[in-house]
């Protein structure tokens, strides 16, 4: 006779394996609530506000459970814990943009700044000069930006995990990286 395995027991992989062979929401229900705690807290800490922060895993959970399939997900934990940080990030880029009247997107922001600041540096140019002369500059920012610029340009880091990593906000880690960007070229223009 065939004995069922426990769910609880089941590896997340496992779980979720069985969710889209069956296609049956409880599964994926049970694998979601292994994280709400983690993840609770995860929005919590982006969003300060406990009841956003209840509603954004709420979201969460019924956006995934549309769309889960879709993806190929080698580490479910470290997966949900990136895409709760994404959606934090969606939420607060809404927010901001209702506050400050301006369209702001975290993706098409990154995209922007990196592409500005890659254009005052063709990383394909090999001129040891102007490379000199950019880590010169880099030193010279203040350690808020310089610390920003670095994760950001050359640890290729998003603004969320900046944030993540240097406990500094969304909007800040977008201010800095801009003042920074508008200080280098300012550096590189006063010493050409």
Request: proline share 2%; hydrophobic share 30%.
């Amino acid at each position: 006779m065939f004995r069922r395995i426990s769910i609880s027991r089941q590896s997340d992989e496992e779980v979720l394996r069985r969710y889209r062979d069956s296609g049956n929401t409880e599964y994926f229900g049970k694998l979601y609530n292994r994280y709400i705690p983690l993840l609770y807290g995860i929005a919590l800490k982006y969003l300060n506000d406990t009841e956003s922060a209840e509603n954004a895993v709420m979201q969460l959970f019924e956006n995934l459970l549309e769309n889960i399939t879709q993806y190929d997900i080698p580490n479910f934990r470290t997966w949900i814990f990136s895409v709760m940080k994404n959606h934090c990030s969606q939420i607060l880029q809404k927010k901001d943009s209702r506050e400050i009247i301006t369209d702001f997107d975290t993706e098409t922001t990154e995209t922007e700044e990196r592409d500005e600041f890659l254009d005052l540096f063709d990383k394909s140019d090999n001129n040891k000069e102007k490379q000199e002369q950019l880590k010169s500059s880099i030193k010279k920012l203040p350690v808020e930006q310089r610390i920003t610029i670095i994760r950001f340009f050359i640890e290729e880091m998003s603004f969320a995990d900046i944030s993540d990593t240097t406990e500094y906000s969304l909007k800040q880690v977008q201010n800095y990286i801009q003042d920074g960007i508008r200080n280098l070229k300012n550096y590189i223009e006063t010493n050409s």
